[in-house]
């Protein structure tokens, strides 16, 4: 295993919950870091700019004083998800926000950039980038992440098209850093599954949507339990890049699933994420609905560390009955 640093030994399941545009809030970071997961949100999430200040001092004061009072299993770390796109201008101010308060785990998205990496290290802060790719994880190498989150096919929102088989294995030729895997997790079995692949970490994110404190209303949470992977459609045309989301998001915003056009991957921005605009009404994240293919073994709308703690339990139980 490739985490050695002291912050992954806080972790009291391999697991990194996925930065959800809209979703992830403070409440839900500070249940997923009480349950012994990464926590993370993306930073445009906190609205407005200076909003983001305050999401980091109260993830940081809440979780130092659980520490307190539970020295003998403290929090997990948090995370701060950054779009590294041209298109991102709250970027320089993000940036500067996260490396003045020494946030542990930076999760860089849609490009990878060496200044931010280099800003990130100038306080002992790790990057992990997103990808899809080969081509995009050696780039990511190069420009001086710590390591890499493999967004194999299934996975929420923007998503790749590679088994994570074939993503995994070839990656592990030539890394030995710190790898996550995304891509219909949502079971202990799963997170069991994507360590024997090869990944160090299962990154998960559909399934905290199902969930008290995450920032959805409730017919998304309901779409999330009573759907399955046959409820899910791969397309570009909400913000330019291909993602995953629920058909019944589409037909509630007057779209037929059966007849989207392509968009042009030149007019991607985030300039006004998270609610990148596709027609209309119809906006990607708010009306129309991330989701991941696994969304079919979440059953219920469950507290963070009730979910958690299933997850424990059924990665605990995987790894002894494959061991017997």
């Known amino acids: 295993m490739s985490l050695d640093a002291p912050l992954w030994q806080r972790l009291r399941l391999p697991v990194i919950a996925a930065p959800l545009f809209i979703i992830s809030n403070p409440d839900l970071v500070i249940a997923q870091c009480k349950a012994g997961v990464v926590g993370s949100f993306p930073a445009l999430n906190a609205r407005p700019a200076s ?5 980091i001092d109260r993830i940081k004061s809440e979780l130092a004083a659980y520490d307190a009072a539970h020295p003998e299993a403290p929090s997990a770390p948090f995370a701060v998800n950054l ?16 490396v003045k308060n020494k946030v542990p785990l930076i999760i860089t998205s849609l490009g990878a950039r060496t200044d931010v990496n280099e800003a990130i290290h100038s306080y002992g802060g790790i990057v992990l980038h997103d990808i899809i790719s080969l081509e995009h994880a050696h780039k990511a190498i190069a ?9 194999a096919a299934g996975a929420g929102g923007h998503a790749g098209k590679l088994s994570p088989f074939a993503l995994i294995s070839e990656i592990r030729t030539w890394f030995d850093g710190p790898l996550a895997l995304s891509g219909a997790i949502s079971t202990g079995r799963g997170v ?12 998960i994110g559909s399934a905290f949507i199902a969930t ?11 779409a999330i339990v009573e759907g399955t992977a046959n409820d899910i459609i791969y397309t570009n045309y909400f913000t330019g890049v291909h993602g995953n989301y629920l058909v019944s998001s589409l037909t509630a915003a007057g779209i037929d699933p059966a007849n989207i056009p392509e968009s042009d991957p030149s007019k991607m921005s ?4 998270p ?5 209309g009404s119809a906006k990607a994240w708010s009306t129309i609905w991330g989701a991941g293919q696994g969304i ?3 059953s219920a709308v469950l507290p963070a560390a009730e979910f958690v703690a299933g997850l424990a339990a059924e990665y605990r139980n995987a790894r002894t009955k494959l061991a017997g």
């Not at 360590?195 to 970490?201: I, P, S």
């Not at 985030?270 to 994420?273: K, M, P, W």
């Open 51 to 55: 909003a983001l200040q305050e999401w």
């Open 83 to 98: 779009i590294v796109h041209r298109s991102n201008e709250r970027l320089e101010h993000d940036l500067e926000v996260c």
């Open 143 to 151: 420009k001086g992440a710590d390591g890499l989150i493999a967004v």
């Open 192 to 203: 069991l599954a994507a360590q024997a692949m090869g990944a160090d970490l299962a990154y």
């Open 212 to 222: 008290p404190e995450a920032n959805a209303n409730e017919a998304y949470k309901n």
């Open 270 to 273: 985030f300039s006004d994420a």
């Open 275 to 279: 609610n990148s605009k596709a027609s």
């Open 296 to 298: 079919g073994c979440v």
